[in-house]
């Protein structure tokens, strides 16, 4: 059993043509989804992201900062969810994720790292 990141990947278009209510009905599906991992006891946390973004680059010490996603981007990154279960069990909730349908979702391991000796990490934000 190990994390794993759900990063969805929504489709700009297929969101765009799709009315007010098919919008909400999608959110409620995504409430449910939320819920579903919750009952399973993966969930760790997710969250949806806007459909703006800044992109950072530092070359040669400067900073250059652009917009994006790009107009001839057909998804853009719409959320993610942190999940901890097995591999077999990450791939199976990729596929009930509610985009999917629409989009894609990949899916990564998230990498373990030990910290250095003496070292700590401060406790998550409570909100």
Known sequence: MGKHMLVIWTSGETWAQMSQEEQQGLFAEYFQYTQWL???????????????????????GETQVTDGPYAETKEFLGGYYEIECTDEEALEAAARLPDARYGAVSVHPV????????????????E
């Open 38 to 60: 919750m009952d399973k006891g993966w969930f760790v946390v997710g969250d949806p992201l806007l459909p703006v973004a800044k992109t950072v680059r530092v070359r040669d």
């Open 111 to 126: 990498q373990e790292l030990e910290l250095p000796e003496g070292a700590s990490l401060p406790a998550p934000r409570q």
